[in-house]
């Protein structure tokens, strides 16, 4: 090799050189390291992306929980019959003809969830694609003295309406959701 010092030309030999680069050990323990450290970083950024999912789909969840109940809560506390449950001309198909608390029991959980018209939220139009969530509602007649404990109906002033919203099975995260609260005709 052939290197320029001061205007004029000098010999050097390959022993003379200084050694540069990495031997073959050194990259193969390199490797090693590397890919010991990707096996960990990639488990911790999917499991920030899974966990991320899980508590975007909890808050829809939460969400359309509240919204049932907000409806539920508009409507009277019981019809002047008396009757428990669906009278004649209110289906689970439609909700719009619901005029009494307790026309909501048993509403519910084999379908998407739905307006209040009956148009299914599954991402036609404007509307949000909740297709992979199932609603479904319980209405009781709880006692005065203890909101646990189920009775007659017209027994009590209080009903227990229950909502629990919950994924399709084997969908990409599982979450259950349940919001409960209780009513009085006062």
């Known amino acids: 090799m052939y290197v320029l010092v001061r205007r004029r030309v000098m010999w050097i030999s390959p022993r003379q050189c200084p050694k540069s680069g990495f031997t073959f050990i050194e990259m193969a323990v390199s490797l090693a390291l590397l890919f010991a450290a990707i096996a960990p970083i990639?488990?911790?950024?999917?499991?920030?992306?899974?966990?991320?999912?899980?508590?975007?789909?909890?808050?829809?969840?939460?969400?359309?929980?509240?919204?049932?109940?907000?409806?539920?809560?508009?409507?009277?506390?019981?019809?002047?019959?008396?009757?428990?449950?669906?009278?004649?001309?209110?289906?689970?198909?439609?909700?719009?003809?619901?005029?009494?608390?307790?026309?909501?029991?048993?509403?519910?959980?084999?379908?998407?969830?739905?307006?209040?018209?009956?148009?299914?939220?599954?991402?036609?139009?404007?509307?949000?694609?909740?297709?992979?969530?199932?609603?479904?509602?319980?209405v009781q007649n709880v006692s005065n003295a203890n909101f646990d404990t189920v009775v007659p109906d017209g027994s009590s002033d209080f009903k227990k309406i229950q909502v629990t919203v919950n994924t399709i099975p084997n969908y990409i995260v599982s979450v259950t959701r349940t919001l409960e609260i209780v009513v009085s005709n006062h």
């Open 42 to 138: 990639t488990y911790v950024f999917t499991r920030g992306l899974s966990v991320s999912r899980e508590m975007e789909v909890n808050t829809q969840c939460l969400i359309l929980a509240q919204d049932l109940i907000e409806e539920t809560l508009s409507k009277n506390f019981e019809e002047t019959s008396g009757s428990f449950g669906r009278e004649a001309g209110e289906s689970t198909a439609n909700r719009s003809n619901y005029d009494d608390v307790d026309d909501y029991d048993r509403w519910g959980p084999n379908n998407a969830p739905e307006y209040i018209d009956g148009t299914q939220m599954d991402g036609s139009g404007s509307a949000p694609d909740y297709t992979f969530l199932r609603r479904s509602v319980i």
